[in-house]
């Protein structure tokens, strides 16, 4: 048997032939070069071919979107995409494999399946992927079931309310994903430096519309005093994120992933540390915080577990 797995992402398209068991039998990813709308679809659709012609027979196909992956519909939402506003992504790849099962999941629900199936994760019945990259989204695991919610929108926790008064800008990402993203650990030094005219460290001689969060993490790693103070307001926010969590959930683990951890994998303990100020004090002492063993390979394994289970599942009816 073997499965291919889509990771569509911002930036490019990875893609992974699997075996049943796991095993990458083929992989590649091609940029997507700011393409958007149909054009995207019929990138999809060369990948699916191009596997699809290598004479190998493909069980099923797994997709991994960000955005809202749309169940009822086999649309998609992806706020990073052009065009992308509820894009008919399930209708391309049937057109190039009619007979062969198609499912879909959003990036931070593949993350999770990911590493439910090979990572972190295996034997938890309940656990958070907690995927902080350019944005921040979370994949809840509950009961041994994926938390999709009523419009498969369950996990976007960027939008989680982490401070007061409300900022007219937290409606574009939420309040989260303002301040602790990647893009929001930029963000939140550009208006640390407006507001410190007296700083004169190593952030100040970087133009402002190249700043990034590498910056910032080499400028810690130097000692530098403006880079340490938007850690530690960052460190913040990760450990209240998660604190509220641990409350909800009462996971057994709750696993970092995405770009940003990373470089900030050496916080995880003061981010406990953090957490365990505001955390439902029994649930926090039991829940254990881990990296990703996947690491950025979580959604790929997560689009083929969720294939290979299509498959078992159209083989039990």
């Not at 498969?152 to 993203?181: K, N, Q, V």
């Not at 790693?221 to 990760?238: F, H, K, N, S, T």
């Not at 083929?304 to 159209?314: C, N, R």
Request: negative net charge.
């Amino acid at each position: 048997m073997a499965v291919l797995a889509l990771d569509l992402g911002g930036t490019k398209l990875a893609s992974a032939l699997f075996d049943e068991g796991g095993r990458i039998l083929k992989r590649d990813a091609v940029p997507l070069e700011g393409k958007g709308g149909g054009d995207v679809g019929l990138l999809i659709q060369s990948v699916v071919r191009r596997f699809r012609g290598d004479g190998r027979h493909i069980d099923a196909v797994g997709l991994s979107v960000p955005g809202i992956a749309r169940s009822t519909t086999g649309t998609v939402w992806a706020p990073n995409i052009p065009g992308w506003d509820d894009y008919p992504v399930i209708d391309d790849i049937r057109r190039i494999v009619p007979d062969t099962p198609v499912v879909m999941d959003s990036d931070r629900a593949c993350c999770m399946l990911g590493e439910l199936w090979l990572g972190k994760a295996r034997s938890c019945t309940d656990a958070v992927y907690l995927a902080v990259g350019t944005g921040i989204g979370a994949g809840i695991l509950c009961g041994g079931k994926i938390l999709r919610g009523a419009h498969d929108i369950a996990g976007s926790i960027g939008w989680m309310a982490l401070d007061r008064p409300f900022r007219d800008p937290y409606g574009e990402t939420g309040c989260f994903e303002y301040y602790a993203s990647g893009e929001g650990i930029a963000r939140l030094t550009r208006e640390c430096l407006e507001e410190d005219e007296g700083y004169a460290g190593q952030l100040r001689r970087v133009s402002e519309s190249e700043l990034t969060a590498h910056h910032v993490f080499t400028a810690y790693e130097d000692g530098d005093p403006l880079a340490e103070r938007v850690i530690a307001e960052c460190i913040q926010y990760w450990g209240m994120a998660v604190a509220n969590l641990v409350s909800l959930f009462n996971p057994e683990k709750i696993i970092f992933g995405g770009g940003v951890f990373g470089p900030a994998l050496r916080f995880l303990s003061a981010i406990g540390d953090e957490a365990r100020r505001w955390a439902q004090p029994i649930s926090m002492a039991k829940v254990r915080l881990e990296a990703s063993e996947l690491h950025g390979n979580a959604a790929i394994h997560g689009a083929g577990f969720l294939a290979l289970k299509s498959v078992s599942h159209d083989n039990a009816s």
